[in-house]
């Protein structure tokens, strides 16, 4: 089984600063990787995956990610972030037909 | 709205009852999976169906816990005898599989199952 870990639950940051929200995951093999958020009381949406190629990958709202394969890494970041951007935010991992996600990391985004 | 769906969306119970919820995914999408989720974790994976056949179990999921997909469209998932700890979030997403490697997974609202 795969396992992904989101070393950050929660993350305050004031409006218009870059963030960068950490994912970790366990495998010696290669899996495909994505972020998803979601809203207060909305389903979960995905931001952006990596399946292959480029190592930086870029993804709606801003959002970008580098698939880092030695450190087994998948960091989010956002250079400038809004209050929209205020939301739960999981790291997946797609492994042998299933995906794991990670626990979550809450975002606040403080005017 | 063409989106995933989930009915009811929000439901209680007391312990011992049978539950049963209603998953209907984007109709061209021949993948449905079926997650848990509660307070402070992500979405744990309990099962996935290719069109009608369900090709994986978690053995997290009890054999209080069955689901199926009939006809390969709209998806059950029941719970009998439900426990406290099964109250939780119950997500249902689907996805368009066309071979090797996964593609994007659309999600539905959920159903929020409280157990008293």
């Known amino acids: 089984a795969q396992s992904v870990t989101q070393l950050d639950s929660q993350v305050p940051v004031f409006e218009e600063a870059p963030v960068e929200l950490r994912c970790n995951y366990s495998?010696?093999?290669?899996?495909?990787l994505f972020w998803y958020v979601q809203y207060p009381n909305q389903g979960l949406q995905l931001l952006l995956k990596?399946?292959?190629?480029?190592?930086l990958v870029k993804g709606i709202n801003g959002f970008e990610a580098e698939f880092n394969k030695s450190q087994t890494s998948f960091h989010l970041r956002k250079p400038s972030v809004h209050i929209s951007d205020t939301a739960e935010y999981f790291c997946a991992v797609y492994f042998g037909n299933q995906f794991y996600f990670g626990t979550g990391t809450s975002l606040t985004v403080i005017p | 709205d063409t989106g995933v769906s989930q009915d009811p969306r929000h439901k209680i119970t007391k312990r011992g009852q049978n539950v049963t919820f209603r998953c209907d995914p984007i109709?061209?999408?021949?993948?449905l999976y079926w997650y848990r989720q509660t307070l402070g974790q992500g979405p744990e994976f309990l099962t996935y169906f290719q069109n009608e056949a369900q090709l994986e179990k978690s053995r997290l999921l009890s054999d209080r816990f069955s689901a199926e997909r009939p006809k390969g469209s709209f998806s059950t998932l029941e719970i009998q005898r439900t426990e406290q700890g099964d109250s939780a979030m119950y997500l249902c997403?689907?996805?368009?599989?066309?071979?090797?490697?996964?593609?994007?997974?659309?999600f539905g609202p959920g159903t929020r199952l409280t157990v008293l």
């Open positions: 109709s061209e999408h021949n993948r």
């Open positions: 997403a689907s996805s368009l599989h066309p071979g090797t490697g996964p593609n994007e997974q659309f």
């Open positions: 990596y399946l292959s190629g480029s190592t």
């Open positions: 495998s010696s093999v290669s899996v495909y």
